[in-house]
Structures are given as structure tokens and as C-alpha cells.
């Protein structure tokens, strides 16, 4: 069970920020294989840029990636619908694109139940919307044959929008996994003449791993959805006022991973179209190829090579991105990278990264671009991170003569509190499990030959902490008591 404010857990509907309760059963308890798809966004940034993820203008998801292409894959199975991404650069810059995520087919084992419950009111994030609606949505799955599952949901507002949702998926064996539902929504849209609108979205998804070749569709998925189909996120987009949320027909997405064992090359593809009833459709894609290698006596050299294209209002951008990787000594290594965005003059970036320190990591680098190394102006950058039982510690920094100077600074950590005892410690999300060790008041004891270690009290958490099997501990005190949170 789950209180206060955070992002709707749901497989079926997209995802939107609320205030609330939410009570579901414990999916970490299935086989991995069973467990929820985490949708996975890609991208390549020029500069310390920040990364914003919305959904219909709500803010989901916020962070800061360095230069260079970047993954993000902590966004959680939570995150489900059309996803907006916004790269913000140093400079004030902007690049966006959407990508399409959901939840693979998903199956319960016959005989078992599923399911999710939530209750609330939709709020941006950091903002208390009090005029948004009470809204209550439950979805379960229920195994009813070995390979066949069923389940449903539905999602209704104290005002004026309600959605029910009805599917069966299959396990195919050999063939993967494959399931096909449909969701019916009635909504009145508080634009205009505030007319009720009545449709119908249809949705497959497939997934499928080939041992053989050491290949994998992670997911691949279709869905159409009729003129007068209304999403939640629409809804909520209306009640804001917000006009510019297009009404989505058709959306196609595809992610494939390939490792070439003998080549020692990992590949990877993905790829959304979109097509809407009233705006004109939109396809964005992501190409990369990373390497190890050895030369001689350098070992562990690396090579990548990222191409993607992101399309937003009528217009597309191409980008390239070029790395080569030396290692050092020690956890120390250099880099250098070129890359090209659209129309933008090439960027060379040279950088040295320095892990000797375990708790201590830094970073520098001196980049320029053609139109900059004529005007002999290049940007210089530098960051720093301290990681402590506590949580991380984040600094960067950047200049470039003439344009502009930055610096950021932030914190990232957790705590938690229990009948047994209180505890800062390392970022966990609210929805993972933890371990919390009472050493019997004993201080700085380390666990598992990690960062964590006993606070003042004799109290540590381990963060990520899976919940079956039951995990072990590693002190050297004589007394290990565990809860669970």
C-alpha cells in the first residue's frame, strides 16, 4: 500500500501524476520473465542538459545526463502512454520528441489474481491541483489456463469521464508472448460546447526473445484508437485548458536488441510512428552499435555509434554521435566524441573521467564546436560526484567565454522509517522493497561490502532489496534483526 503523492501504477491506462492511495499485489514476487516492461528512453545531448519527461504538460520525471547519448531506464513500469521528452541544453536549447511506451503482454500464473487499485485526485507534479476530480481505477489479471490469461480494468472520475478496458493474452511458448485488448471511454471535454464524446482504442503487443541468435524484442506494440477516443491524459489536458493535446489514430512502437557474440557487438533499435486524427504524423527512431575491443596491450578499448531521429511539429532533426573510449589505469580513463545535430556545425569533445575513488568520482572535458573554434571559444565542463552511505552528492559546471557560465549542485538519497528505527541511505524508489539491519546500536559496520553502513543508532538500509528469495546480510556484528518495509 502506497500514500501520498507519486504516479499511477497502471498496465492498461497512461500514466498521471496524483495524490491518493494506491494498493496492488507484489508483481516482484513473479518470475522476471513475468514482470512488468520499463519503458526506456534514448537520446543524445550536447551540453550538461536537463531532461524533462510529461505526459500532456504533467511533469512525470526530471534529470541531468551529460554530453553525449544518454539512456534513461529508471523511469519504472509506472510510466505508460505517450511520453514527451524535452532536452534542454546549457546554452537554453531545446530538442523534443515523444516516445511510445506500454506494458508488454503480460501473464498470471492459472489460478492466481493480479491487481491494482488506486484512489486520488491528479496533481502536477509539485503543485496541488484541488480543482482536478476524485478519480478510482482497479485493474487485475487472472490466469485462467496455463497459457491464457484475462484481465480488465476501468477508470472512472467523480465528474464526467469514465474507461473500461477487456483482454486476453497468450503465452505462445516458443513463438513469445502476444496479447490483444480493448478500451472503451466516454468523456466530456471542457472545450467548446462541452460535448460528450464516445470511442473505442485497440491495442496488441507482442514480445519475444530468441535464444538462439541472443536477440530480443523487448516490445512491439499496436494501437488504434477512433475519432472520438479520449485518453485520461487528454481529459485532464482539457480540464487545464490546454488545446494543443492532438488526438492520437494510430501509434507503432518496436525495440530490438542484438548482441553478436562473436563480434563482441551489442546492436540496438527503436522505433515510434505516430498518426493523429487532426495533426500530421510523426516517426522517430534510434540506432546504436557499441564495441570492446583490445589492441595489443590496451585492453578494454570501446567504440559506440548512435544515430537517432526525432520529429516534432513538422519538423525532423537527425543526429550522429561518434565515441572512442581508452582506459587508464586505476578506474581512469579518456574519451573522445564527435557529434552533429541537424543543421548545427559539428562538436568535437575531449574528456578524462577519474574512478580511482570509489567514493569519489570527476570529470572534465573541453569540447567546440567549428563555428567556436574559429571564434576561439570553447566550452569547458567539470563534475563531481561523492557517494556516501547517505546518499549522492551531484556538482557540474560549464563555461564558455562570451555565452554563458553554469553551475548545478543536488542531492540524491532516501530515508526511511520504521517502528524499528530511522535511517538515511542511498535513493530508493517508493515501490521498491528494503532491508533495514538494527546491529544492536553498533555504528559504522559495513554491509555486504557496500556503501551502506550502520548510522549512529546501529541502523543501516540496504535499498533494491529483492523480496523473494530472502535476502542475506553480511555484518560483522553478532546480531542481525531485519524488517521490511
Known amino acids: 500500500m502506497t500514500l501520498g503523492q507519486y504516479d499511477l501504477s497502471s498496465d492498461i491506462f497512461d500514466t498521471f501524476h496524483f495524490t491518493g492511495a494506491s494498493l496492488e499485489s507484489d508483481e516482484s514476487m513473479l518470475p522476471p520473465d513475468l514482470q512488468g516492461y520499463a519503458p526506456q528512453i534514448n537520446g543524445i545531448a550536447q551540453t550538461n542538459a536537463k531532461v524533462t519527461v510529461s505526459q500532456s504538460g504533467r511533469v512525470l520525471y526530471q534529470t541531468t545526463v551529460a554530453p553525449g547519448p544518454f539512456t534513461i531506464s529508471d523511469l519504472g513500469e509506472t510510466y505508460q502512454g505517450q511520453l514527451d521528452v524535452v532536452v534542454e541544453e546549457e546554452d537554453g536549447r531545446k530538442t523534443t520528441f515523444q516516445v511510445g511506451s506500454s506494458s508488454i503482454p503480460f501473464l498470471t500464473r492459472k489460478g492466481q489474481v493480479r491487481y491494482k487499485t488506486s484512489i486520488g485526485k491528479p496533481t502536477a507534479t509539485g503543485h496541488n491541483d484541488i480543482n482536478n476530480p476524485l478519480f478510482w481505477t482497479g485493474e ?3 490466469g485462467w ?7 480488465g480494468g476501468t477508470l472512472l472520475t467523480a465528474d ?9 493474452g497468450f503465452n505462445l511458448d516458443s513463438f513469445g508472448s502476444i496479447s490483444f485488448d480493448v478500451t472503451g471511454a466516454e468523456a466530456t471535454l471542457h ?3 462541452n460535448e460528450t464524446q464516445r470511442g473505442y482504442s485497440y ?3 507482442y514480445a519475444k526473445r530468441f535464444e538462439a541468435t541472443g536477440s530480443q524484442i523487448t516490445f512491439a506494440g499496436y494501437r488504434f484508437s477512433d475519432k472520438e477516443y479520449v485518453s485520461m491524459s487528454e481529459y485532464l489536458a482539457s480540464r487545464d485548458g490546454d488545446t494543443s493535446t492532438t488526438n492520437e489514430k494510430e501509434s507503432y512502437v518496436i525495440s530490438f536488441n542484438q548482441y553478436l557474440d562473436s563480434l563482441a557487438l551489442n546492436t540496438y533499435l527503436n522505433v515510434t510512428r505516430n498518426t493523429y486524427w487532426d495533426n500530421s504524423s510523426n516517426t522517430n527512431y534510434s540506432f546504436s552499435l557499441s564495441r570492446n575491443f583490445d589492441i595489443g596491450n590496451l585492453r578494454g578499448l570501446s567504440a559506440s555509434l548512435a544515430l537517432s531521429r526525432v520529429s516534432w511539429d513538422d519538423s525532423d532533426e537527425n543526429q550522429v554521435y561518434f565515441a572512442f573510449t581508452l582506459p587508464l589505469e586505476q578506474n581512469r580513463s579518456i574519451m573522445y566524441s564527435y557529434q552533429r545535430s541537424g543543421g548545427d556545425s559539428a562538436s568535437h ?3 578524462y573521467y ?5 567514493n569519489n568520482t570527476w570529470n572534465l572535458s573541453a569540447s567546440t564546436t567549428e563555428d567556436d573554434l574559429r571564434e576561439g571559444e570553447p566550452s569547458l ?6 557517494y556516501s552511505p547517505y546518499g549522492r552528492l551531484n556538482l557540474s559546471g560549464s563555461v564558455q567565454p562570451n555565452q554563458y557560465r553554469s553551475i548545478s549542485a543536488g542531492w540524491n538519497g532516501s530515508i526511511t522509517a520504521t517502528r524499528y528505527g530511522v535511517a538515511l541511505h542511498d535513493y530508493s524508489p517508493a515501490n521498491n522493497a528494503r532491508m533495514m539491519i538494527d546491529a544492536d546500536g553498533v555504528d559504522g559496520i559495513e554491509v555486504n561490502s557496500s556503501r551502506t553502513r550502520t548510522n549512529a543508532f546501529g541502523i543501516a538500509v540496504v535499498p533494491h532489496s529483492a523480496t523473494t528469495p530472502p535476502p542475506r546480510c553480511a555484518l560483522t556484528a553478532t546480531r542481525c534483526l531485519m524488517a521490511w518495509i
Do not use: E, P
Not at 145 to 151: E, I, K, Q
Not at 160 to 168: E, K, L, V
Not at 381 to 386: A, M, N
Open 349 to 351: 569533445m575531449a574528456s
Open 191 to 193: 472545450q467548446g460546447k
Open 203 to 205: 491495442r496488441a503487443n
Open 140 to 142: 487485475l489479471s487472472w
Open 381 to 386: 565542463r567539470g563534475g563531481y560526484q561523492h
Open 145 to 151: 489456463l496455463s497459457d491464457v490469461s484475462l484481465y
Open 160 to 168: 464526467d469521464y469514465q474507461a473500461m478496458t477487456t483482454g486476453i
Open 354 to 358: 577519474d574512478a580511482s575513488d570509489r
